[in-house]
């Protein structure tokens, strides 16, 4: 009886010959590209221009924030210690176009801060904008 299916013909090559061999365009490949990054890195030695609002003169700058959480959790509206009864007299109106901003101290808990944001949400706040610091 002879085989249904004839061998595979390897041209005398083993598989590691043959893998050698598909592996190496893409050896190419690769050695190729990182050239390519290497040479456009070196192109431009000219720094990026400062993007407005950014640099050292944008460091003492600080948003308007509606609200102030400090890490003690008091609630502060223009200085001011505000209560969770009186938020909604306190606080801009609810507004979809102009969300209300919200500026948290570094050290807050994370409990206050969803505390917080339990009250703005039963008092019809659907969005709010929470602003940071940068890390140094």
Do not use: C
């Not at 190419?28 to 590209?33: A, K, P």
């Not at 070196?42 to 050292?56: A, F, N, R, V």
């Not at 007299?89 to 570094?106: C, R, Y």
């Amino acid at each position: 009886m002879s085989d249904l299916v004839p061998p595979p013909v390897t041209s005398g090559k083993s598989l590691m010959e043959r893998l050698e061999d598909a592996l190496l365009p893409l050896i190419n490949l690769v050695f190729l590209l990182l050239m390519f990054f290497i040479v456009a890195g070196q192109l431009s030695d000219t720094p990026l221009p400062d993007l407005p609002g950014t640099g050292d003169q944008a460091g003492n700058e600080r948003p308007h924030a509606d609200l102030v959480v400090t890490a003690a959790g008091e609630w502060q509206v223009e200085g001011q210690t505000v209560e969770a009864n009186d938020f909604p007299d306190a606080l801009p109106a609810p507004d979809e176009e102009s969300p209300l901003k919200i500026a948290a101290e570094q050290d807050i808990a994370m409990t206050d801060l969803e505390i917080l944001l339990r009250v703005l949400e039963d008092n019809g706040y659907g969005e709010v904008i929470l602003l940071t610091e940068p890390a140094n």
